[in-house]
């Protein structure tokens, strides 16, 4: 067996590729059990961190600068914290992580949660937010890291998101990828929704009414109404991540939402969850 042994190192080095006998079991690892954390005081620097699930183009970045302005919660630019990942490079390793009571997951748990801790103490707040959209996927192992965490979910017409989407880069898709492609963020939201408690806010009406809607989420935060959210604008750390809400966020002051599409402008695709959020009968 030793000439295939040469064999297939010759062939990865100059291929890349690698002779396997047919039917072989993979060996890839078992994926690690997702669990809250065992000693949540030690665990855990963050206190009550605060997610913002919304679908893509739904307003989060507006949202993130008004919350941001508010002096107990610092906003940051999205950080997408859960692609951060740790490995083991040898058995070794793995075994003693084992004997501490750590599998990958739990250590992946205590990154996410330092380098968002390390954010917070360097802005000089209480509360972190984060408003990754694509956190809307991961619910449930966010909500495993973080037991004490608080939900606000922000939605926005179906039809207005995927408008909005396919505006941001209609040369990447045409209208009718945009509408599949943040519909499956619009479901993610959803799912969401119906498995963690939390706060839904709707972009139409912070729009409209601004004052009252921060009230609710301050309330909804433990936290008292500051007026400087409704005057954000002036902001460096917003400079970051903005695209195309720049101007937007610089004028200091709320715009009002596009108008609402009409029954007939609401492609087919996108009908049921315009339903289950009471934009359409």
């Known amino acids: 067996m030793n000439w295939q042994r040469k064999m297939n190192k010759a062939l990865v080095r100059f291929t890349g590729f690698q002779i396997e006998r047919v039917g072989k079991a993979s060996s890839a690892p078992p994926v690690p059990e997702i669990r809250p954390p065992a000693d949540p005081l030690t665990d855990r620097l963050l206190e009550a961190p605060v997610f913002l699930l919304s679908p893509v183009r739904s307003g989060s970045t507006l949202l993130r ?9 610092h906003a940051p630019h999205e950080l997408h914290v859960r692609r951060l990942r740790v490995q083991f ?45 694509a956190n809307a996927f991961a619910y449930q192992r966010i909500a ?17 998101i995927a408008t909005s ?11 009718e990828e945009a509408a599949l492609d943040a519909l499956r963020y619009m479901k993610a939201v959803q799912r969401a929704r119906a498995a963690l408690p939390g706060l839904t806010v709707r972009y139409e009406e912070l729009s409209a009414e601004p004052e009252r809607v ?14 400087r959210m409704l005057s954000y604008g002036k902001q460096p750390v ?3 991540g903005l695209g195309d809400w720049r101007d937007k966020i610089r004028s200091g002051t709320v ?3 596009r108008e609402l599409p009409t029954a007939d402008q609401v492609p087919d695709v996108l009908k049921p969850i315009c339903r289950t959020w009471g934009y359409v009968k």
């Open 238 to 240: 917003l400079q970051k």
């Open 214 to 227: 921060t009230r609710e989420i301050c309330e909804f935060l433990g936290l008292e109404w500051e007026s």
């Open 65 to 73: 600068a008004i919350l941001n302005a508010h002096s107990a919660l």
């Open 89 to 133: 490079d040898t058995t070794l390793a793995a075994k003693a992580m084992a004997a501490l009571g750590h599998n990958q997951s739990d250590l992946e748990h205590l990154l996410w949660d330092r380098v968002l801790h390390r954010e917070l103490v360097r802005s000089g707040k209480r509360f972190i937010v984060d408003k990754t959209p």
């Open 165 to 175: 989407w396919h505006e941001a880069s209609p040369d990447k898709r045409t209208a």
């Open 144 to 160: 495993a890291c973080w037991p004490d965490a608080r939900f606000v979910f922000l939605l926005r017409h179906p039809a207005s």
């Open 255 to 257: 715009q009002p939402a």
